[in-house]
C-alpha cells in the first residue's frame, strides 16, 4: 500500500504549491520538486542529489524532526550562497511518513 504525504513546496516566484509525495520510493525533496516542474529545468539538482551543487537548497519553514546533517551536506551548505540556519539540502531530505506537512521554500539559484 502506498502511503502519500503531503508537503507545501514555495517556489522561487514565491507561489506555494501543495504536492502529494510517496513514502514508498525513496524520493528525497529535489525529486518531488523536480517531478512536479517546480523549478525551471536545469536550475535544482544539478549534481544528481550528491550533496555537491546546493541547487536544491531549501528553506524549512515548519517545526519537524529532521535527520540530523551528514558531514556532506554541512559542508556543501558552508559555501552555499544565500545559507540561512534552517537551510538543507533537498537532496538529503527523504520522503518518509514523519514529513508530512513539511512546509519549504526553496532557496534563490546560486
Given at each position: ?91 538529503q531530505l527523504f ?12 532557496a534563490p539559484e546560486?
Open positions: 500500500m502506498t502511503q502519500e504525504i503531503t508537503l507545501f513546496i514555495t517556489d522561487r516566484d514565491g507561489k506555494t504549491h501543495q504536492v502529494s509525495a510517496p513514502t514508498d520510493m525513496n524520493m528525497n525533496l529535489m525529486e518531488v520538486v523536480r517531478a512536479y516542474e517546480l523549478a525551471p529545468e536545469g536550475t535544482i539538482g544539478v549534481c544528481g542529489g550528491m550533496a555537491m551543487c546546493a541547487s536544491c537548497q531549501s528553506y524549512i519553514n515548519s517545526s519537524h524532526l529532521l535527520p540530523k546533517q551528514s558531514a556532506d551536506e554541512l559542508a556543501m551548505l558552508a559555501e552555499a550562497f544565500h545559507v540561512q540556519e534552517n537551510s538543507r539540502l533537498g537532496c520522503m518518509t511518513p514523519d514529513l508530512d506537512g513539511l512546509n519549504v521554500t526553496l546560486s
